[in-house]
């Protein structure tokens, strides 16, 4: 059973940081990726980053590029999300999500398993 647990959430002032954290258990993958989803009710998820486990190669959406810093931490299985000149359009619910695909990407569709979230709260 693949369990993930994020953490790291909470209310920031816009300008600020924060440094999302997500730890997966119950598997062991030869291969796969390792994301992160934001959602604020009413829209769309939106893919923010993704991190290829192993390769460690990483991905970001455009709005995050530059601001946002994806990590991985293999012996802890544990990946981090740190949030740098955070805005209010930042503020969302973010998830964190797996799977065992060659290629990773910011499509929720081709992703596995899913935590329950940790709530981002940006204010202006």
């Known amino acids: 059973q693949v369990h993930l647990v994020e953490s790291g959430g909470g209310s920031v002032q816009a300008g600020g940081s924060l440094r999302l954290s997500c730890t997966s258990s119950g598997y062991t993958y030869s291969r796969g990726c390792m994301a992160w989803f934001r959602q604020v009710q009413g829209k769309e998820r939106e893919g923010v980053a993704a991190v290829d486990i192993f390769a460690a190669a990483t991905y970001y959406a455009a709005s995050v590029k530059g601001r946002f810093t994806m990590s991985r931490d293999i012996a802890k299985n544990t990946v981090f999300l740190q949030m740098f000149s955070v805005k209010p359009e930042d503020t969302g619910m973010y998830y964190c999500?797996?799977?065992?695909?060659?290629?990773?990407?910011?499509?929720?569709?081709?992703?596995?398993?899913w935590g329950q979230g940790t709530q981002v709260t940006v204010s202006s």
């Open positions: 999500a797996t799977n065992n695909r060659p290629s990773c990407s910011l499509r929720g569709s081709e992703y596995n398993y």
